[in-house]
């Protein structure tokens, strides 16, 4: 009797690799497209794929892409070991697996008629950037804009090109700051944190989207109180070691949550007993 | 017209300072404007004033002791820049560059620490004020310490 069927999520997707654009010296955006040529269906944003690097092995990617490309499928990826490695020096045209997506993705249904503030540190612009792409694309849909992003030097930021675009568009507020300006650096400088008191909240209409290094989350939500939002308005993307991404292996468990399958996205009153504890 | 008195007052450093300590502290202070690529201060130098950023950015540079100089931090409208006059020696530690064109009021710091003496009741505020600007400052020194962006 045959058991595996087309749409099992355990079985990887063939998707080709399009293009591979450099975004920083060590991050790199893939664009993959279906095999056979169709559309990949939909994603929600802040949702993950597994990708699977044939003969490596297999890892959990954010999707970094505009929610209504249905043709591709993009990821940023920051290469920092074995496999994010071995994917990021892939080549157009080869080939790679694809599970999922996976995950519940941020709020943005209940995002809607509020300000959106999406505060970034290093990578973790790339999991917002459907959000960005969602907001703008829906700009009626919602209030103001804010987007406060860190990297920890000039080179280590993100999209910047879109950054300027972003920052152009109506009711829409980007910051963005580094630990570390060489001297030409004409920008912020400063923990992402220090964006705050130029950024124009309205704390009690706004919901904040936030993903990054766990510490800086830890250091931004407190900060995100202490300007007046609620805990639940606050929203955190985790990370984990997600391996089967469905909530069956438990790699990606944090207290009594599976990452992989009840987030990567909670509120920060979901996590807060767990986010300042050691070793979690 | 701005008066000086105003323009302190509704400075965020000095938000809701009593207005009788205003009155004391304008005897202190004046208009500066520095130039883009202007140094407002150098390590060594005696610090003997700090400033009220009224408009445009600064830098703080350090100088690691081998190696470029880097900015350590920016500061923008609305901020104070320098705390080295409260205490001795009265000696910058770090750089301070105007990264564009910079109005600022300059409150001078021995006129400022002699009026802080005769009036305790001003120098408590002053110091109170002093103390929330350095404990933010050093949080985010400890975040640029541990490097809150580093994968791990």
């Known amino acids: 009797m045959a058991t595996a069927v087309r749409n099992d999520v355990m079985i990887p997707q063939p998707y080709l690799i399009r293009e591979v654009s450099k975004e920083t010296y060590d991050t790199f955006t893939l664009r993959l497209a279906p095999d056979k040529g169709s559309n990949h269906g939909s994603f929600l944003p802040g949702q993950f794929s597994m990708l699977w690097v044939f003969g490596v092995g297999e890892l959990p990617i954010s999707i970094s892409g505009d929610p209504e490309e249905h043709q591709r499928l993009v990821y940023t990826v920051r290469s920092v070991g074995q496999a994010t490695n071995a994917l990021v020096t892939r080549s157009a045209g080869e080939a790679v697996g694809v599970r999922g997506p996976f995950g519940n993705g941020w709020p943005l249904q209940a995002a809607r008629g509020h300000d959106v503030i999406i505060v970034a540190g290093g990578i973790g612009l790339a999991p917002l950037r459907p959000v960005i792409y969602e907001v703008l694309s829906h700009r009626k849909d919602f209030g103001r804009l804010v987007i406060l992003y860190g990297a920890r030097s000039p080179r280590d930021l993100l999209y910047r090109k879109e950054l300027a675009s972003w920052a152009r568009q109506k009711e829409t507020q980007v910051l963005t700051s580094v630990d570390y300006g060489g001297m030409s650096w004409r920008g912020h400088v400063g923990v992402v944190t220090t964006l705050f008191k130029y950024a124009r909240l309205k704390p009690s209409r706004s919901i904040a989207m936030v993903c990054g290094p766990e510490i800086m989350m830890r250091f931004v939500t407190r900060e995100l109180e202490t300007y007046g939002l609620s805990r639940n308005d606050i929203y955190l993307s985790m990370e984990r070691n997600m391996k089967c991404a469905i909530g069956f292996c438990g790699h990606c468990q944090y207290g009594p949550h599976f990452i992989c399958k009840e987030g990567p996205v909670f509120t920060y009153e979901q996590l807060r007993p767990m986010l300042e504890k050691y070793e979690l | ?152």
């Open chain 2, 1 to 152: 017209m701005e008066t000086l008195e105003r323009i302190i007052a509704e400075h965020p450093f000095l938000a809701d300072l009593d207005p009788s300590f205003t009155r004391l502290m304008v005897g202190c202070a004046k208009n500066v404007r520095f130039n883009r690529n202007d140094y407002i201060f150098r390590e060594g130098d005696p610090a003997n004033e700090f400033y009220l950023i009224r408009e445009g950015k600064v830098a703080v540079e350090i100088f690691p002791a081998q190696g470029k100089p880097m900015i350590a931090a920016t500061l923008d409208h609305g901020e104070i820049l320098g705390w080295s006059w409260l205490l001795p020696p009265y000696q910058w530690k770090l750089n301070a560059r105007a990264l564009e064109n910079v109005r600022a009021i300059s409150l001078d710091g021995k006129c400022l620490r002699n009026k802080c003496e005769e009036n305790h009741d001003l120098g408590y505020e002053v110091l109170k004020r002093f103390a929330r600007i350095i404990e933010q400052r050093l949080e985010t020194t400890r975040m640029q310490l541990i490097d809150v962006y580093a994968v791990r």
